[in-house]
């Protein structure tokens, strides 16, 4: 099968481009810069539609941030970690992502946010039962380390389930820089 070629566009075909793209899904600055740079005719009209982009207010990294990080705490119940993860990942200016996942779990409580994560992923399933086998322990604490928790939260929520506190007590990782 041909890989299928995009068709390159003017500088008024990447502009309304663009805003088809916006009006699908909120995007970031890094995030609609590579997308139209691959679809750019002349690399140059990349800067000049971004720059009346964010002149219209289309285009805001700080809010796009910010709604993210409060939407995926709201909505999904994920921990902090993998919400700047999630921002890095679109390509959201690092300290802007931090600021903005720092902002929206202002006052959040993350054992709260573990217990209720818990319950909405193990819903119908007796938790007390369910994770006093260590398999099924070990599973639920590597799910809530993808879901961004840290780690010391994640073991003091689950210790309040777990038979063998031993086996909670060796799972603890050193903090690295990914932890």
Not at 32 to 42: D, G, M, Q, V, Y
Not at 55 to 64: E, Q, S
Not at 114 to 128: A, C, M, N, V
Not at 148 to 159: H, Y
Request: net charge positive; charged share 30%.
């Amino acid at each position: 099968m041909a890989e299928r070629t995009s068709r390159k566009l003017a500088a008024d075909a990447l502009w309304q481009y663009a805003l088809r793209v916006l009006a699908a899904r909120a995007q970031s600055l890094g995030e609609l810069r590579r997308k139209l740079a691959e679809r750019a005719l002349h690399a140059e009209d990349v800067p000049a539609v971004l720059a009346r982009l964010k002149a219209a207010g289309c285009l805001d990294d700080r809010r796009f941030a910010e709604s993210y990080s409060t939407a995926r705490l709201e909505n999904q119940g994920f921990g902090q970690e993998r919400v700047l993860r999630d921002l890095r990942r679109r390509r959201v200016a690092p300290r802007l992502a931090a600021e903005a996942v720092r902002a929206a779990y202002q006052g959040a409580d993350e054992t709260a946010l573990i217990e209720r994560f818990l319950r909405r992923k193990y819903r119908g399933t007796p938790l007390e039962e369910y994770l006093a086998e260590p398999r099924h322990l070990a599973a639920a604490y590597r799910r809530l380390r993808r879901a961004g928790f840290s780690a010391p939260n994640i073991l003091r929520v689950l210790g309040r389930f777990a038979s063998d506190t031993d086996w909670l007590a060796s799972a603890e990782e050193p903090a690295g820089p990914d932890a």
